[in-house]
C-alpha cells in the first residue's frame, strides 16, 4: 500500500491526541505529508443557538476560533510533528464528516486517522468517524480514547 497522505481531523482533545504516534509513525515510516484538519462549527448556521447573535457578532465569534485553532495547531506542529517530513495545517468551517469526505478527495488522501471520541469539540466524533467510514474508499484507522 501506497502511503503520500496522511489525514488526521482533530479537535485538540486528549483522545485525538493519541491518534498522534500512530499518525507520526505512518509519516516517518512512508515519507508522507500529513494533513491535520480542524473543523470550526459554522456559526451563522447554528445562529439560532445563539439567540438574537447580530451577523457581526457570529462572524467575530467564528473569527475568534478561527485565531484559536491556528494558535492551537502551531502548538501541536511545534510539539509533536517536527520530526515528520511534511505537516500541513488546515482549518475548515462545516458539517465535519461533509468536510472530510470532500477533504479526502480534494488532497488525494491515503488513509485518515481518526480517534474513536473527542472531547472539546462541539461535534461527536465516533458519530463522524462512522460516517466518514461509510462514505469513503479509503482505509480508515480509528483509535481508541
Known sequence: M?????????????????ALPL????????GAEIHILYIMKDYPAFGARYGDAQPDELEAMQQMEKDLAEKRLDEVCEKFLNECPLYLRHS???????????????????????????GESHFDF????????????????TVPA
Open 92 to 118: 475548515e468551517v462545516g458539517d465535519p464528516p461533509n468536510i472530510i469526505e470532500k477533504f479526502i478527495k480534494k488532497h488525494d488522501i491515503d488513509i485518515v486517522v481518526i480517534p474513536r471520541r473527542g
Open 126 to 141: 465516533a458519530a463522524v468517524a462512522n460516517q466518514v467510514i461509510k462514505c469513503t474508499t479509503v482505509p480508515i484507522v
Open 2 to 18: 501506497k502511503i503520500e497522505r496522511i489525514l488526521w481531523p482533530t479537535d485538540f482533545s486528549e483522545n485525538a491526541s493519541r
Open 23 to 30: 499518525v507520526t509513525s505512518l509519516a516517518q515510516q512512508y
